[in-house]
């Protein structure tokens, strides 16, 4: 990709505003390798920032109001820059004037035209990509230096009071401070993350199951609160401080025992992972994927059958020299395969689905 998506925009803009954009900023999309549905637990977890991506070009208009163009869907929005209010419905439009409401300091009108590549609905944070590449365009508009960490926050409150997703802070931290290549092992407790490459003989696909995300967005909430559910007991502020140990010997209800089960073995799989990749070990990396992907399926409940078939499907074409598993919230979307790169070209050609490479 790299400069594709910027230019499509650019060229997008000058078709829409009848000028050159005086910026086009881009954010990637991610892929988590592992460490589902625990960031919102304060755990760890190992995401992949990948090519594609949302692209925004965005000019300083003479008008009074900010007109946005959403090209892939044909749509528009305009508001006040200073008055952004939220949308009734929840779609496109929320996350821009999410991000325009938190904007810190005052945002002149702007016009502004995005275009992605990303699927939506497909575990690829679509949203948190777009979220972020809105906050560096308004950071470009306005002149103002904007660190990861503030940008990745400001766009999780989007999602939170914008979208009405009580989403943890790994996709907003994964998109907005993640290296290409590299695994980021992130610390959702204090946001610390360093990151890892990729050992060069190793290859990352993505498979999408074909199943779209649908109103999903309950169940995510349900899951975050069966977790608080299940610390509360206890005595704790959240599972990351819970030892399998303990877990064992404590009496929860399901199904809030078999929830705290699922985040307390992912985030010892985080560690063990980010060894074996450290190791350069793909046949325990790979066997950790599969262990993530039956915790996922049977005690956090949020897989769905055409995933569980795909990932059985890659797993038999893998081995045990590799491994697949759901990638992202869940419900649908996509799988994460990682496997020797000599064997990733016959895995995807055996595949009657497109296959997005990562590394
Ligand atoms: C979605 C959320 C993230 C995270 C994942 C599951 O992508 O936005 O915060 O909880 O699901 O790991």
């Known amino acids: 990709m790299t400069d594709a998506l910027p230019d499509k925009a650019a060229a997008l803009f000058r078709d829409q505003f009848g000028t050159a954009p005086d910026g086009v900023p881009f954010a990637p999309g991610r892929v988590n390798l592992i460490g589902e549905h625990v960031d919102y637990n304060d755990g760890l977890v190992l995401p992949v920032p990948i090519a594609a991506g949302t692209a925004v070009a965005w000019k300083r208009s003479s008008g009074d109001e900010t ?8 749509e528009e929005d305009s508001f006040a820059p200073d008055s952004p209010h939220k949308p009734e419905a929840v779609d496109w439009r929320s996350y821009v004037r999410g991000m325009a ?9 702007l016009d502004l035209l995005i275009t992605g590549n990303l699927p939506r609905g497909s575990g690829l944070s679509s949203s948190a990509s777009l979220c ?11 002149g103002t230096e904007i660190d990861p960490t503030s940008l990745a926050k400001m766009a999780q409150r989007t999602e939170h009071e914008y979208a009405g997703v009580a989403c943890g802070i790994m ?3 994964a998109v907005a401070a993640g290296k290409p290549g ?11 993350y360093r990151h890892f490459a ?7 696909l993505i498979v999408d199951s074909g199943v779209t995300r649908g109103l999903v ?14 610390a509360s007991p206890l005595g704790v502020s959240s599972l990351r401080d819970v030892s399998v140990g303990e877990l064992a010997s404590a009496d929860l209800p399901e199904p809030e025992a078999s929830r705290a089960q699922h985040v307390v073995s992912e985030i010892a799989r985080v560690k063990a992972a980010t060894k074996a990749l450290l190791a350069s070990d793909l046949p325990r990396f790979g066997n950790l994927l599969r262990e993530g992907h039956a915790s996922l399926r049977d005690l956090f409940e949020v897989s769905h059958p055409a995933v569980d078939e795909l ?9 045990e020299e590799g491994g697949a598993r759901m990638t992202g919230a869940g419900f649908g979307g996509s799988v994460v395969v990682v496997l020797p790169k000599s064997r990733a070209d016959g895995v995807a050609d055996a595949l009657d689905k497109d296959v997005l490479r990562v590394t």
């Open 198 to 204: 990729i050992p060069d003989d190793w290859a990352v």
């Open 67 to 74: 007109r946005v163009r959403a090209a892939d869907l044909g």
């Open 217 to 230: 967005d309950g169940e995510y909430n349900a899951r975050r609160r069966q977790c608080e559910a299940a």
């Open 311 to 319: 990932v059985a499907r890659l797993q038999g074409l893998v081995g």
């Open 171 to 173: 996709d907003q931290m």
């Open 132 to 142: 972020i590449a809105l906050g560096r365009a308004f950071a470009e508009a306005t």
């Open 101 to 109: 409401a938190q904007w810190e300091s005052e945002l002149p009108a």
């Open 182 to 192: 590299h695994a980021m092992l992130l610390d959702c407790r204090d946001l610390s």
